[in-house]
């Protein structure tokens, strides 16, 4: 199952025909103590670099972009009552968001886990 | 200076850290003077009332209609002294500027005098109908015409639109009235330019009323980039929102060209007003060009704050934009008899272009008798004296702690009413907010953090001119010693602060899990 | 000057201390062809504090104050008895001066006492939350209009013809920037409120139903039937009160299914001011709109010695975090009425509100009785509590002014608030408070008979 990145530190699960998106965890730290998602609800329609979800913390709301274009086809729940699964499990259980993958060429602009680490490295 | 403190006290009479914050547990929780209070919800009741009234139920035969509460609401009373002392115990765990040097940054905490609480309190002011009819209300009227004629005085401007609530809403008002105005010319616009270090209510304002925001660049030394300015400038800008002085506390001492290139741009400048308490009675908005600038008469003109409001957010305006100004608002006649003007009588002073009605009546009337009093006061020559001894007192500041804390805008020149501080320097991890909370141990409000976004860590001190010298040498010492803990990296700051009523509340957890209305536990 | 400390020897040991020669050297940055070179002529240099209390008491006495007349004004602000210890602990100065608790540690009192705000208006509006304030309440009612767009992204508006004409004009004004579309029709003269003539204006495409309870005639709408209608298109029901005192007689709004309750504080506690400062109130029934709220809202949470506090909470909704994506661009909220509200309704209690408002009514029952005698003078409301509107067969704003000339304060004309429209200029609004006397009552009436005949 392939992850990509990208440079907004939103990370992209492929597999097959849909994908699944959260924030990384050099994200989480920077943001602190999350208290809550906003999340897309389902059948949004979904552009690459357009706003998908908003992440607060108690001082900042940070927008949450999607990487692809594509269709949402599912929220985490598990975010509303416990925003804080963001913190302790960004890149497994604190996922955002499911969607369809509009166009999969989008992908290829993206990083790989190593081009994502040297990036972070280099802020 | 061998001390601090004008009492006599030093550092050195502490006598063992234990005297100060320990010693047995008490059963009540309270600390001597230090009382906790719990929630009226614990202790008062339903049956309880401190109001004498007749003890009578909705009557058989009444006219509601079948729609009588049945239910218990749930409001609990107290009797008048379980009252006061409720509310006097909660009071005690306030800081206000009555208790001691408050430098909030850009928020002007000066001295609210009582006299204006006296004026505000006469019968004639406070005891009046909003819907009375005009020849039962000729002196409120007067007084409203009296405050906006020193407002246009004091800016130099043409109008002034005296009804928006508090600053926001002020300057929600001037950017609708420059929406109006380039409507009325057919000239459809799009951007708002802010510089970045404004406050937030400029972009939200500018969102509100249907522009996208688009920054200003700044200088190295923190003013406006004229030259950038310009080059952005043209025919889908429709306003700039400027803060002058700005929020580094810096003059724009480009405003007059910046106002001419707007203008040239077919434009218009707001500036906020904000700070005017720095260059009242020195210099007047109007002869820079500025169009419209909301002026917070809970700063500059002194009417207190009150924990969070009321407020107030009069507008002055240019003659370009007076015409698109929001109802009412009140005239004078060539006889002297002051008018309100309302939507039915608007084409009677040609005024039928304004943008509407921004709040159902005329203002904060309470606000505008203690201004008009604090005006009356200081009179012109005393509002020329505020303004120099508030930058006077300004500058002391930073210059007497600019050796210790990093002034990214030292070399800029002399600052206005505030100084700016950054947290570069500052040992271990320890940020501005420890810095700020270990002030609350010194006895003093935190000032002003975080603001503007462009500075790291940045602090804002006004003091005001409220201040004498010595209430600034005491607060210039604890600055001092808190810098150089601050420098040295002591750890102890983090925990800060040791002695207020609280230690640092979680905020993580109050947004997590929201509780916002009392309810009773389930035991 | 009284209020400035610094002495001349002062000022000149801090120029020299900042490397100044002379203060003018501190306004160099403004430049020289727009410096001011003495106080600004035309406006009075300054005085003593025994010449300016002179002065304003002149200004003061040119008013009639409704303590010294019989006075039954209402239309969306109401006289009623302030208790003496309100006045006194909201000038306390660690209330008066201080700031928005921003600082929680040394704010506790102003958090703690808008944490009771919040719930005492949550409870007397039969919601599951309130904020701490806004400005007022033709401003809370724009506010809540412009939440419930955000909420179901709809546009189109409702307003009952029956909303105060001056919150239908603050909404139409502010509607303008945010295309919002905003259906509003004039009030009809007659005993009932029409609620089947506003459920048939809602549609699909309505955002948001807008409803004064009681409403601008005094009259009180069965909310329920218009909370149903509303919903069953998605729409949201907003009721709007302008008389908290009314609450303690009828079914809150909330308990009626409105889903955004708002209105006007200024009953309790704050005293009328001649229009301001107010006290805006702003509530919703379901704690999941929460995050839609404008303004800011105080919570619970604890220290990190685990003892109980309060902060403000979920501000990221707000404009110095969300700048141009916040919920608002309020800033303010009204901090100091909020606790003279607060202060007032804890005097008062469950048991002294209720009472207060069967006082209300008791007595604007007998005014209503005695005014029908007036010839020439019929009651309009089917309903009412302490208010309700009067027809007098003639033009009744030129009755109020010949009244006020006798020093009577009779009401607020139709005329005054609907300038224009002939249907209604022989309206008059009488509000009847605990603080009208039945000989005022007696005033009324025979003053009323004599402009009348």
Redesign the interface.
């Known amino acids: 199952m392939p992850r990509y990145f990208t440079d907004e530190h939103e990370w992209i699960d492929v597999e097959g025909e849909s994908a699944t998106v959260g924030i990384t965890d050099y994200a989480q730290e920077q943001l602190g103590d999350i208290v809550f998602v906003e999340l897309p609800s389902v059948g949004t329609m979904l552009d690459k670099g357009g706003d998908a979800a908003v992440v607060e913390s108690v001082k900042a709301a940070s927008d949450v972009y999607s990487p692809i274009n594509g269709e949402v086809t599912e929220a985490n729940g598990a975010l509303e009552d416990d925003p804080a699964l963001v913190n302790t499990s960004p890149e497994d259980e604190g996922w955002f968001f499911r969607m369809t993958i509009g166009d999969a060429s989008q992908l290829e602009g993206l990083m790989d886990e190593a081009g994502y680490k040297a990036f972070v490295d280099s802020l | 200076m061998n001390s601090p403190n004008q009492s006599g006290w030093k550092p050195e009479m502490n006598a063992s850290e234990d005297s100060i914050h320990s010693g047995p547990a008490t059963v009540s929780g309270n600390r001597a003077l230090m009382l906790e209070e719990p929630l009226l919800f614990e202790i008062g009741h339903i049956e309880t009332t401190g109001v004498d009234l007749p003890d009578t139920d909705i009557a058989v035969g009444n006219r509601l209609g079948g729609m009588e509460r049945s239910d218990p609401i749930g409001l609990p009373g107290l009797s008048e002294p379980e009252t006061i002392r409720h509310y006097t115990r909660l009071s005690r765990q306030n800081y206000g500027i009555d208790l001691g040097l408050f430098p909030l940054g850009s928020c002007t905490m000066k001295h609210n005098p009582r006299l204006n609480e006296k004026v505000a309190r006469m019968p004639g002011f406070a005891d009046v109908h909003p819907l009375q009819p005009a020849s039962t209300i000729r002196g409120a009227l007067e007084a409203i015409n009296e405050l906006a004629h020193w407002l246009i005085d004091l800016t130099g401007m043409h109008g002034v639109a005296m009804s928006p609530k508090a600053g926001a809403h002020g300057e929600l008002c001037g950017i609708l009235c420059i929406r109006a105005a380039l409507e009325a010319r057919g000239d459809a616009r799009e951007i708002v330019l802010v510089p970045e270090s404004a406050h937030g209510t400029n972009p939200a304002t500018a969102a509100f009323a249907g522009y996208r925001v688009e920054d200003i660049p700044a200088t190295d030394e923190g003013r406006v980039d004229l030259e950038a300015l310009k080059a952005r400038l043209g025919p889908d800008v429709a306003a700039v929102m400027i803060t002058n002085p700005n929020t580094c506390g810096l003059f724009e001492r480009d405003m007059k060209a910046i106002s001419d290139a707007v203008h040239e741009a077919g434009a218009l400048v707001y500036c906020d007003g904000a700070n005017f308490n720095a260059i009242v009675g020195k210099v007047r908005p109007g002869d820079l060009g500025v169009d419209a600038m909301h002026i917070n008469l809970h700063k500059t003109f002194s009417t207190p704050h009150g924990g969070g409001g009321p407020g107030s957010g009069p507008v002055v305006l240019s003659e370009a934009l007076s015409p698109y100004g929001p109802l009412p608002f009140t005239a004078r006649t060539k006889e002297g008899v002051v008018h309100l003007v309302e939507e039915e009588n608007a084409a009677d002073y040609g005024h039928t272009d304004a943008f509407g009605r921004m709040t159902a009546f005329h203002g904060q009337m309470g606000m505008f008798t203690r201004a008009l009093t604090y005006m009356r006061s200081h009179g012109a020559d005393g509002l020329r004296q505020v303004a120099e001894d508030a930058v006077l007192n300004a500058n002391y500041v930073l210059r007497s702690l600019d050796d210790l804390l990093d002034a990214p805008f030292g070399a800029s020149g002399p600052c206005m009413h505030e100084a700016l501080f950054g947290d570069e320097g500052f040992g271990g991890d320890l940020s501005t907010l420890d810095l700020a909370k270990a002030m609350i141990d010194e006895g003093y409000h935190p000032m002003t953090m975080y603001f503007p976004l462009v500075v790291h860590g940045a602090m804002l001190i006004e003091p005001t001119e409220t201040e004498s010298k010595a209430a600034l040498d005491q607060f210039i010492a604890s600055m001092r010693s808190l810098a150089e803990r601050a420098r040295a990296g002591d750890e102890s700051m983090k925990q800060a602060p040791f002695h207020a009523p609280r230690r640092r509340l979680d905020e993580t957890q109050a947004a997590r899990k929201p509780v916002l209305v009392w309810e009773p536990s389930d035991e | 000057?009284?209020?400035?400390?610094?002495?001349d020897s002062?000022?000149g040991?801090?120029?020299a201390?900042?490397?100044?020669s002379s203060?003018d050297?501190?306004?160099?940055?403004?430049?020289e062809d727009?410096?001011?070179n003495?106080?600004?002529?035309?406006?009075?240099?300054?005085?003593s504090?025994m010449a300016?209390?002179r002065?304003?008491?002149?200004?003061?006495?040119?008013?009639?104050?409704?303590?010294?007349a019989p006075?039954f004004?209402g239309?969306?602000?109401y006289?009623h008895h302030i208790?003496a210890?309100v006045?006194?602990?909201?000038?306390?100065?660690?209330?008066?001066?201080?700031?928005?608790?921003y600082?929680?540690?040394?704010?506790?009192?102003?958090l703690?006492?808008l944490?009771?705000f919040?719930?005492?208006v949550?409870?007397?509006y039969g919601c599951?939350?309130?904020n701490?304030?806004m400005?007022?309440?033709?401003?809370a009612c724009w506010e809540a209009v412009a939440m419930a767009s955000r909420v179901t992204r709809r546009k189109r508006v409702v307003l009952s013809g029956a909303l105060?004409p001056?919150?239908a004009?603050?909404v139409?004004?502010?509607a303008?920037?945010?295309?919002d579309e905003i259906g509003d029709s004039l009030p009809a003269l007659q005993a009932e409120p029409d609620n089947q003539g506003l459920i048939t204006r809602i549609d699909d495409e309505t955002s948001c139903v807008v409803v004064q309870y009681p409403d601008i005639f005094g009259r009180?709408p069965?909310l329920a039937e218009i909370a149903e209608a509303a919903h069953a298109k998605g729409a949201l029901l907003i009721a709007v009160n302008t008389e908290p005192v009314a609450?303690?007689?009828?079914?809150?709004p909330g308990?009626l299914g409105a889903d955004i309750v708002v209105g006007?504080g200024q009953a309790l506690g704050v005293?009328?001011?001649?229009?301001?400062?107010?006290l805006g109130l702003f509530a919703v029934r379901d704690k999941k709109h929460?995050?839609q709220m404008p303004g800011?809202?105080?919570?619970?949470?604890?220290?990190?010695?685990g003892?109980r506090?309060?902060?403000l909470?979920?501000?990221?909704r707000?404009?110095?975090?969300?700048?141009?994506?916040?919920t608002?661009?309020?800033?303010?909220?009204?901090?100091?009425?909020a606790?003279a509200f607060n202060?007032h309704?804890?005097?008062?209690?469950?048991?002294?509100?209720?009472?207060?408002?069967?006082?209300n009514?008791?007595l604007?029952?007998i005014a209503?009785d005695r005014l029908v005698q007036v010839p020439g003078v019929e009651l309009l409301?089917?309903?009412?509590?302490n208010e309700f509107t009067l027809r007098l067969g003639q033009n009744a704003r030129a009755v109020?002014?010949k009244l006020?000339?006798q020093g009577v304060?009779a009401g607020?004309s139709l005329g005054?608030?609907y300038?224009?429209v002939d249907g209604l200029s022989d309206g008059l609004l009488v509000a009847v408070t605990?603080t009208t006397s039945e000989e005022d009552i007696e005033t009324l009436a025979s003053a009323l008979e004599e402009a009348l005949s």
């Open positions: 000057m009284r209020y400035l400390p610094l002495t002062d000022r040991e801090m120029l201390k900042v490397g100044a203060i050297d501190l306004f160099v940055d403004v430049p727009a410096r001011l003495g106080p600004i002529e035309g406006l009075p240099m300054h005085m504090e300016v209390e002065h304003m008491r002149t200004l003061s006495k040119k008013n009639l104050a409704a303590a010294d006075f004004l239309a969306g602000a006289r208790p210890s006045d006194h602990l909201i000038q306390r100065g660690e209330f008066l001066t201080a700031y928005t608790p600082q929680p540690e040394i704010a506790q009192g102003t703690q006492m944490f009771e919040q719930t005492q949550a409870k007397l599951a939350v309130a701490a304030s400005y007022d309440g033709s401003t105060h001056h919150y004009e603050v139409k004004t502010m303008k920037f945010t295309q009180i069965d609450l303690g007689a009828i079914k809150s308990e006007e005293g009328l001011q001649f229009g301001g400062p107010y929460v995050r800011r809202l105080c919570g619970e949470t604890q220290d990190a010695e003892k506090g309060y902060v909470t979920l501000s990221t707000e404009q110095h975090i969300r700048r141009e994506k916040a608002s661009n309020i800033c303010t909220n009204s901090g100091l009425c606790l202060i309704l804890t005097l008062l209690g469950e048991k002294g509100l209720r009472r207060l408002a069967a006082e009514h008791r604007a029952c209503a409301n089917g309903t009412f509590i109020v002014r006020a000339d304060l607020v005054r608030l300038p224009g605990e």
